[in-house]
C-alpha cells in the first residue's frame, strides 16, 4: 500500500470530530510533501534540531505539532512557528515557552503530558504534580500560553485490556482536570493519545487527537 493509501484507510476510519497528526520524524521532505498534497495539514516532529530542518522547507499552512520531550534552552527554535506542545512535562517548560511566546507576540497552546504508562521510561507529569502546576500563581500569571488539553502514551504491549485500561486513566484525569480547572474555558477539551498500533482504542476511550507515523510511512529508517 502507498503512503497516500494509507492515510486514506485511516482517515476513513477515525470519526470527523478526532484530528489525525501525521507524525513525519526521520521521513523525507518528499514524503511529507505527498502527504500535504493529499490534503493533510497538521504533522508531528519530536526533535528540534529535525523540525527547524523541515519547516523552512515545506508550505507554511501546515500545522506543526511538537511531540517529543523538550528542553527547555531549546523552546526558542520552536516558539515563533509551533502550534501544539504536545509534550509539556515541567512548571519550568511552560514558563520557558510563555516567554518564547511572549516575544513572538503569541499564544502558543500547550498539553500536558501526563504519565499513564507502566514502563519506567515514558515521561509525564502524575495528577499531583499536574494539580501543582495548574494551582501555582506561576501558572496563573501565565499569559501566553494556553493549555488546551493532556496527552499520554499507552505502554507498548499488545494487551489490549492494558492498553484500553491507561487510556481510561487518561480521560479519566482529563475530567478531573477540567472539573477542577477548566469548568469554563471551552479551549480545555483535547484527549491526545492512540498512535499506530492502539489508536482504535484510544477513539474508543475518547481520544480527540491520534498521533500516527509507521501506519502512514511503514517502518521508520533512523540511519
Ligand atoms: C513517534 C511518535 C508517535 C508515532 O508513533 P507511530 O507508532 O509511528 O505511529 C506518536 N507520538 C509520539 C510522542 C511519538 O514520538
Known sequence: MSITGNL???????????????VSKTQS???????YNYGQRIFGENKVQEIIQKQPLLPVDIEWHFLGHLQTNKVKYIAPFISLIHS????KLLAEINKEAQKSNKIINCLLEMYIASEETKFGLDMN????????????????????????MATYSDDDGLTQREFAQLH???????QKFFIDDANFKELSM???????TAIEQGSTIVRIGTAIFGDRNYS
Not at 486514506?8 to 501525521?22: G, R, S
Not at 521532505?29 to 502527504?35: F, L, Q, S, T
Not at 479519566?172 to 477540567?178: E, Q
Not at 492512540?194 to 482504535?200: A, F, I, T
Request: glycine share 6%; charged share 25%.
Open 29 to 35: 521532505i518528499e514524503a511529507i510533501r505527498d502527504v
Open 172 to 178: 479519566s484525569y482529563f475530567k478531573t482536570l477540567k
Open 8 to 22: 486514506a484507510l485511516i482517515l476513513k476510519q477515525i470519526p470527523d470530530t478526532v484530528k489525525l497528526v501525521v
Open 194 to 200: 492512540g498512535m499506530s498500533g492502539d489508536y482504535l
Open 129 to 152: 504534580e499536574t494539580i501543582t502546576i495548574l494551582s501555582s500563581d506561576a501558572y496563573k500569571s501565565m499569559e501566553n500560553i494556553r493549555i488546551t488539553g493532556v496527552m499520554g
Open 88 to 91: 509539556v512535562d515541567s512548571l
